[in-house]
């Protein structure tokens, strides 16, 4: 059967910063300074009264969508949500498709809800609620049962009905529909689509960004491919009418029990300085994107997917080799040929676009008995990238010159692949940092997130994200195909649109040995459809054009 899964969620962005000098005699000075600071921003203090000096450069400590989460001594987690639009929520879901063994009719579903119990119960934040909303401090809330009644809808798509749009409903149903009852419900639902003609389902995985990132919704399908190929006698969870209990297990610990974030004095006072003085000048940068307005209505999330086959994927992530790049570099560089072309040069002068970039990988051996690659949780910062005005001149000069004279189109192609490799190099540096020195680790010294967000959802910085979670093994180690067994066939990875973060998400991911699947979203209203539309459409014809005849044609 396969599982497809789909996420919409926020997105985490930090911005470059520029060093400055300040003089400060100990760390605690520092903290000191750094509280002040922020009073100070909020009106409460006087500028007389923060001890510092500071040289003016571009900042921002991090743009809208950060979720940060701390922990009390009673291990209730205090979670202090930033949100890039305050009256929607935000989700994330991944769509996987099972396929099925030999299971009957009579016991699938009844068999297939007890597995997604049993993978549940295996990340604690899937199985919690959520008080306190409206306040400056949220906590989470264990839950002693779940009632899959408010969670799991069953869908059976006819032999007359079309599978993929039923599935694209489902997806955009996901995206855009608010969770209800946060004290009561864990912040996560699902739609199975059991198809009348074939021999799989999808499951569309939604949940909302508070309670994990991206990879997250991943562990949970390994965690439920896992369920549904183990033995019924090792089934721990009980489940009467859709209803079960929830043990009692080991809370998740917050992400800096996991993870050492560590930040220097400098870092701090050079970053903060940065966001106090860009703000009054962000909306003039040649990079922010002024022709995406930031509107809180209509909070409407429109998705678009594009798949490439795994004999058109291969020759693709073969040349990004070649050129000493990755496909999340390549998809970057191609999307700044199709917006220098499909927006005029007086709306964008240049761009800046973003990536999500994992922690887990940063984890130290014994740290902790928690291991962040099997746990959910959000544990990404995000990777700034300009595209300056010159360098989006050249491209749109050499995309019309390559429409004029076919032989130049080798001009835009090495220029896109010299894009992406740059882009490569950008992200190679910031992996070697690893933790450190990030703005993620400054999280600790925002005491009121909701001002705080407020403050920086005025001007949309990012014109559009890629986020790659990378390959799915889809199928259970050991598994011969002698006898039946689920594997996963396909994958989507969705978010919804960011109402003041990058007008265009990306977002990728793609199962062992299938295809790969890449879908846009933006809000509706505010980002024009044939643009959005326009855009992924260039990308899925260039990336089948590489694949496919080993170059990039811009002149179609």
């Known amino acids: 059967m396969r599982l497809k899964s789909a996420a919409n969620g926020i997105d985490d962005r930090n911005h470059s910063t520029v060093p400055s000098r300040v003089w400060t005699s100990s760390r605690a000075e520092t903290y ?17 009264d923060v001890p510092f000096i500071l040289l003016p450069g571009p900042f921002s400590l991090t743009a809208p969508g950060l979720v940060c989460i701390s922990y009390f001594e009673d291990q209730h987690l205090t979670l202090f949500k930033m949100n890039r639009f305050p009256k929607a929520s935000n989700q994330l879901g991944i769509h996987c498709a099972f396929m099925l063994g030999s299971t009957t009719e009579s016991i699938f579903e009844n068999k297939f809800e007890h597995a997604i119990a049993s ?8 199985t919690v609620g959520r008080i306190n909303e409206a306040s400056k401090k949220q906590y989470w809330v264990r839950l002693d049962h779940i009632d899959f009644n408010n969670h799991i809808t069953w869908q059976t798509v006819s032999e007359e009905e079309d599978h993929r749009k039923a599935l694209d409903a489902a997806l955009n149903w996901q995206a855009n529909e608010r969770y209800t009852e946060l004290e009561t419900r864990p912040q996560w639902r699902a739609t199975i689509l059991k198809s009348a003609k074939g021999n799989f389902v999808d499951v569309v995985f939604a949940w909302d960004h508070t309670v994990g990132d991206g990879k997250s919704g991943g562990f949970f399908h390994d965690s439920l ?6 033995k019924p006698d ?7 009418d859709r209803y079960f209990k929830v043990p009692v297990t080991e ?26 003085f860009s703000q009054s000048k962000s909306d003039k940068l040649p990079h922010t994107a002024n022709w995406a307005p930031i509107k809180m209505e209509p909070f409407e999330s429109r998705l678009r997917s594009i798949t490439l086959p795994n004999d058109v994927l291969k020759p693709v992530l073969d040349a990004c080799r070649r050129q000493e790049t990755t496909l999340t570099a390549l998809l970057h560089s191609l999307i700044s040929v199709s917006m220098a072309t499909r927006l005029a040069e007086d709306e964008a002068r240049a761009f800046e676009c ?34 300056e005005p010159g360098v989006v001149a050249t491209i749109r000069q050499q995309v019309s010159d390559a429409q004029a004279s076919q032989e130049l189109n080798k001009e835009i192609e090495d220029t896109v692949w010299s894009v992406a490799k740059s882009i490569r190099k950008g992200l190679s540096a910031k992996l070697k940092l690893g933790a450190k020195n990030d703005t993620l680790g400054l999280a600790k010294f925002i005491t009121d997130w909701k001002s705080y967000l407020l403050d920086h959802a005025k001007t949309r910085t990012h014109s559009w994200e890629v986020s790659n979670l990378g390959v799915m093994q889809g199928d259970m180690a050991g598994n011969t195909g002698t006898e039946d067994y689920w594997r996963i066939e396909d994958a989507t990875f969705t978010q919804s649109a960011s109402v003041c973060g990058p007008a265009l998400t990306f977002s990728v991911i793609s199962v062992k040995g299938e295809g790969i699947t890449i879908s846009c979203s933006w809000q509706t209203g ?13 990308i899925g014809m260039w990336l089948n054009g590489l694949g496919r005849n080993g170059c990039i044609n811009f002149t179609e």
């Not at 505010?526 to 260039?538: C, H, P, Y």
């Open 234 to 240: 090792n089934d721990t969870i009980t489940l009467d």
């Open 251 to 276: 809370f998740t610990p917050p992400l800096h029990h996991l993870l050492k974030l560590p930040v220097s004095p400098s870092f701090i006072v050079s970053t903060f300085s940065q966001d106090l």
């Open 32 to 48: 000191r300074f750094c509280q002040k600071l922020s009073a100070w921003r909020s009106g409460s203090t006087p500028v007389t």
């Open 119 to 126: 993978a549940i119960v295996q990340h604690p934040l899937f």
């Open 354 to 387: 973003g990536t999500p970039i994992c922690l887990r990988q940063f984890q130290k051996p014994g740290m902790s008995k928690v291991d962040l690659k099997k746990t959910a949780i959000n544990s990404v910062v995000y990777w700034p990238y300009k595209f």
């Open 526 to 538: 505010v980002i024009d459809d044939g643009l959005a539309e326009g855009v992924s459409k260039d």
């Open 225 to 230: 491919l896992a369920c549904l190929n183990q």
